[in-house]
C-alpha cells in the first residue's frame, strides 16, 4: 500500500476508534444508571473518570519509544476485548461482587487509559507522513466526527435495537478490525506481524462469540440476580424491563427495581385508586400518568360510571407488553385494550404542558424519585400542571415511596403538592413485596367522607380505607424542603435514606 493509503486508513482509524471510545464510555454510564440508579450522578462520575483515565493514559504515551505501530496494535486488541464486553461483564458481576463501585470503575479506569493511548500514538506514526498544521486539524477533525456519530446511534439505534451487551460486542469487533486492517496494511513495518495477527484473531472470535451470545449471557446474569425465572427481558430506550416467574408469582421490574408482585399488587393499586376515585361520584374523566402495566386502569375499570381513562406512559415496549402477552394481560384484565381506554407514549411533563382536557381524577403512578429525570415528575412545576388538568371538584392521587423507608421523602411530596394549593389526604398501608407504602391523595377542596366502592375488592373496604391515614410515630411528618425543578430536593431524600436502608 502507498503512503497516501496508508494515510487514509490511519485517519480512517481515528474514526473509528472515535466513535468506538465514545460508545464504551456511554455504554458503562448508561449500565452503572440501570444498576445503580440516579442517572445523573452516574453519568456525571462515569464520564469524569474516563476523561481522566484518558488523560493518564495519554501522558503513558510519552513513555512509548519504539514499535508505535506495534504498540498501537496491542492497544487496539486490549481495547476490543475490555471495552467490547465491559457491559456484559458488568451485569454478570453485579450479583456477585459486593463491592460493585469499585468493580465498575476499575473497567472504566483501565478501558479510559487505553483510550486514551491511541490518538497521541497515531498522531506519532502519522507524525512523518503530513505536515504538523495537517496533522492535527485531520486527526481531531475524524476524532469529533465519529465522536458525534456515536452519540446518534447511540439513542437512536444501538440501545433500542441491539441492546446494551451487543453494542459493546460489536464496536469492540470494530476496535479489533482496526488493529487487523492496520497490521495487514502494515506488516512489514511491525515486528512479530504473525503472533499479533493471531492475537487479533483470538480477540474477535472471543467478542464474536460474545455477540452471538449476549443475550444469553444477560439473561444468565439476570436469572442468578433475581433467584427467579426471568421470562422476559428487553432494554428499550427508557429503561431495562424483565419479568420473572417462581411459581405463580410474576414479578415486574424496571432497571433492576421491583415494580410490583402478581401476588400482592391488588392491595397497592386498590389503595392507589380506591379511597380518592370512590369519593368522587360524578367523576367521568380519568387521567393516568405513568402505570404502563396498566393494573391501575383495570381498578379504573370497575367503575361504571367512568366515560374514558387516559393514560400517558413514556415507553412503547411497556405498553406493547402489557397489551399483548397473555400472562399479562390476563393480570391486568385487557385494560389496556379497553374501549374506554386511549393509550398515549410520551413524556408526562411534556404531554402536560400541551394538554388543553381537564379531568376529573388523575392517578400519577410513577417510579420512585431515584434520579433527576424521574425526580422532575414530583416537582412543583409539575404539579402546577397536574392542577391545570383537574377539574372542579377533582382530586389526584399519587405513589410517594415508603414512609417508613423514605420519611423525609414522603412528607417532601406531601409539602410539594401543599406548596401549589392542594389539600393533602397523605395515606398508607402494607404491601408485603415493598413493606409499607405511601400515598397522598389531593384535592383543591376537601372531599366528602361518603365512599363508594365497587364489588370485587379484595383489600379495601369501608373499615380499612379509614385506617389508612394513621401515621404511627416512626413515620409522622418532619420538616422537610419543598421539591422544586432547581433544587430537586426529592432526589437527595430518596438517594440518602434508601442507601442508608440497603446498608442495613
Request: net charge neutral; aromatic share 12%; with cysteine.
Amino acid at each position: 500500500m502507498n503512503d497516501r493509503g496508508i494515510r487514509l486508513l490511519l485517519l480512517a482509524s481515528v474514526f473509528t476508534i472515535a466513535t468506538c471510545g465514545l460508545i464504551y464510555e456511554l455504554i458503562a454510564s448508561t449500565v452503572a444508571s440501570y444498576l445503580l440508579g440516579d442517572s445523573v450522578t452516574q453519568f456525571s462520575t462515569i464520564i469524569g473518570a474516563y476523561l481522566f483515565a484518558m488523560g493518564i493514559g495519554s501522558w503513558l504515551s510519552r513513555y512509548v519509544e519504539k514499535d508505535l505501530l506495534r504498540v498501537f496494535i496491542q492497544v487496539e486488541f486490549l481495547i476490543a476485548l475490555f471495552g467490547g464486553s465491559a457491559s456484559a461483564t458488568l451485569f454478570v458481576l453485579f450479583a456477585h461482587v459486593s463491592s460493585f463501585r469499585v468493580v465498575l470503575y476499575a473497567i472504566v479506569l483501565v478501558i479510559g487509559t487505553l483510550v486514551g493511548l491511541e490518538i497521541p500514538l497515531l498522531l506519532r506514526i502519522l507524525e512523518g507522513r503530513l505536515q504538523f498544521k495537517d496533522l492535527i486539524s485531520k486527526v481531531f477533525t475524524f476524532d469529533y466526527i465519529g465522536a458525534l456519530l456515536a452519540s446518534l446511534l447511540f439513542p437512536l439505534v444501538l440501545v433500542p435495537y441491539c441492546g446494551l451487551a451487543r453494542s459493546g460486542f460489536l464496536f469492540g469487533i470494530l476496535n479489533g478490525a482496526v488493529g487487523l486492517v492496520a497490521l495487514w496494511a502494515l506488516r512489514g513495518q511491525v515486528r512479530g506481524a504473525r503472533a499479533l495477527q493471531i492475537q487479533g484473531i483470538v480477540v474477535l472470535a472471543l467478542l464474536g462469540a460474545g455477540f452471538a451470545y449476549s443475550e444469553r449471557i444477560i439473561t444468565w446474569s439476570e436469572a442468578s440476580a433475581y433467584n427467579e425465572e426471568v421470562i422476559f427481558a428487553k432494554s428499550t430506550p427508557y429503561q431495562r424491563i424483565t419479568i420473572t416467574r417462581g411459581g405463580d408469582d410474576l414479578r415486574l421490574y424496571l432497571n433492576n427495581n421491583l415494580q410490583f408482585s402478581s401476588r400482592d399488587e391488588y392491595r397497592y393499586h386498590e389503595a392507589l385508586v380506591h379511597p380518592g376515585l370512590a369519593r368522587l361520584p360524578n367523576a367521568r374523566r380519568v387521567l393516568v400518568l405513568g402505570g404502563g402495566d396498566g393494573l391501575a386502569v383495570r381498578e379504573i375499570l370497575r367503575y361504571p360510571r367512568i366515560e374514558s381513562i387516559t393514560l400517558v406512559d413514556l415507553d412503547p415496549s411497556m405498553t406493547r407488553l402489557f397489551s399483548t402477552q397473555e400472562m399479562l394481560t390476563r393480570l391486568n384484565a385487557g385494560a389496556l385494550t379497553a374501549p374506554r381506554v386511549h393509550v398515549v407514549n410520551g413524556d408526562a411533563f411534556t404531554w402536560l404542558k400541551d394538554n388543553r382536557e381537564v379531568f376529573d381524577f388523575i392517578v400519577a403512578d410513577f417510579p420512585d424519585p431515584s434520579n433527576f429525570s424521574i425526580g422532575k415528575l414530583y416537582t412543583t412545576a409539575f404539579y402546577q400542571r397536574a392542577r391545570h388538568a383537574l377539574a372542579p371538584g377533582g382530586a389526584m392521587v399519587i405513589q410517594c415511596t415508603s414512609p417508613f423507608v423514605a420519611r423525609q421523602s414522603f412528607w417532601c411530596i406531601d409539602e410539594t403538592l401543599r406548596a401549589c394549593g392542594f389539600v393533602t389526604e397523605p395515606y398508607h398501608t402494607l404491601v408485603p413485596s415493598f413493606g409499607e407504602w405511601g400515598f397522598i391523595l389531593a384535592s383543591l377542596h376537601p372531599l366528602t367522607e361518603e365512599w363508594n366502592f365497587p364489588g370485587g375488592l379484595r383489600f379495601i373496604d369501608a373499615k380499612s380505607v379509614a385506617d389508612l391515614s394513621h401515621f404511627p410515630p416512626d413515620m409522622g411528618r418532619v420538616p422537610v424542603q419543598v421539591n422544586r425543578l432547581n433544587n430537586q430536593a426529592l432526589v437527595r431524600y430518596f438517594d440518602a435514606e434508601w442507601a442508608r436502608y440497603s446498608q442495613q
